[in-house]
């Protein structure tokens, strides 16, 4: 079935430091590759998505980059900041329809 | 704007039992989709409803089910609970097709 891997399960890192976490995916029918972050007791939020016709994408801090041919995406942090310790997830398939990666723990130590 | 709204936040149930949730999607959103998320399992794909129609489903047994009014919320129900079926419930809509998803907080089911 659809699955997808995901390294680090824990990352912690120093203020400023930048972080970076990697997915490898099953299903090269793919064409959609978002990422989202998980606080304590909320739902996940979509913090950046890519599409498949696309090989990097930046918002601010956070780019992510995809390799199709390697079926490889990840998830780059930039000066991270303590407010960034959470899970993220990444997650590939169809908009409605998302398998998920088994998540990664940040923490950003003052 | 008005997220996605998710109730009730925590529910107690005891096994045997069956349970509703409900979710309300972002205003003008016509896709609702269910995730499971257990801390052994992960984030799991249940079932995807659209214009009241359900278009995916994911690999649960049939004690889950689903469905969507004309509003475009929608309701899960879980019929004879077992202790396994404790987790955190998401529901996520989006627009429709090829539009990203956004999720609510989740409704936390403990069987007891």
């Known amino acids: 079935g659809e699955n997808v891997e995901q390294h680090p399960s824990t990352l912690s890192v120093q203020e400023g430091d930048s972080a970076v976490i990697k997915c490898t995916y099953s299903d090269s029918a793919s064409n959609y590759f978002p990422w989202y972050k998980q606080e304590l007791g909320k739902g996940p939020q979509l913090i950046i998505d890519i599409r498949s016709n696309v090989g990097e994408k930046k918002d601010q801090r956070i780019a992510v980059t995809l390799n199709k041919t390697a079926k490889h995406f990840s998830l780059h942090i930039t000066e991270t900041q303590p407010e960034d310790s959470a899970v993220y997830f990444c997650?590939?398939?169809?908009?409605?329809?998302?398998?998920f990666g088994t998540g990664t723990r940040l923490l950003v130590s003052p | 704007k008005a997220g996605v709204t998710q109730t009730p936040r925590y529910l107690i149930k005891t096994r045997g039992q069956q349970v509703t949730l409900s979710c309300s999607p972002i205003?003008?959103?016509?896709?609702v989709s269910w995730y499971q998320q257990t801390p052994g399992q992960g984030l799991q794909f249940l079932f995807e409803y659209f214009s009241e129609t359900q278009r995916n489903k994911g690999n649960f047994p049939g004690r889950f089910s689903g469905r969507q009014f004309s509003n475009s919320r929608s309701e899960m129900n879980v019929s004879t609970l077992e202790l396994g079926d404790s987790a955190l419930y998401l529901c996520?809509?989006?627009?429709?097709?090829?539009?990203?998803?956004?999720f609510g907080q989740g409704t936390r089911l403990t069987v007891v």
């Open positions: 997650a590939f398939g169809g908009f409605q329809k998302l398998v």
């Open positions: 205003s003008g959103h016509r896709s």
């Open positions: 996520a809509s989006s627009l429709g097709d090829s539009t990203e998803a956004f």
